[in-house]
């Protein structure tokens, strides 16, 4: 299983970005997909997910009523609007699926991609 992020990029405060996560090889509808985040020298923070199969949501609250995470599992691609961004949502934006979760540790994620840079100036 690969996760291919994208879309990250540079904003001014208040703008939008949309990330996008492909995922190619074997998948199940038993996954948990998912968005965390890390600025550099702190730890991995959960941002949003959503269950394959039913579309159920997490968020976390810092994101809560700016961020909708989204899946189209015919393309089995997941994203991420981000909206009104602030300066405090500058990461390295990663992708990551686990089985049978809806909420979980970066570091207990099955599988996971590169990261994608947003940056958002004040």
């Known amino acids: 299983v690969q996760l291919q992020a994208s879309g990250g990029g540079s904003v001014q405060t208040g703008g939008s970005l949309r990330l996008s996560c492909k995922v190619s090889g074997r998948t199940f509808d038993r996954y948990g997909m998912g968005w965390f985040r890390q600025v550099p020298g702190k730890e991995y923070e959960f941002v949003a997910s959503?269950?394959?199969?039913?579309?159920?949501?997490v968020y976390a609250d810092s994101v809560k009523g700016r961020f909708t995470i989204s899946r189209d599992n015919a393309e089995n691609t997941m994203f991420l609007q981000m909206n009104s961004l602030k300066p405090e949502d500058t990461a390295v934006y990663y992708c990551?699926?686990?089985?049978?979760?809806?909420?979980?540790?970066?570091?207990?994620?099955?599988?996971w991609g590169q990261g994608t840079l947003v940056t958002v100036s004040s």
């Open positions: 959503i269950k394959r199969s039913s579309g159920r949501t």
């Open positions: 990551a699926v686990r089985l049978d979760a809806l909420s979980w540790q970066f570091r207990e994620s099955n599988y």
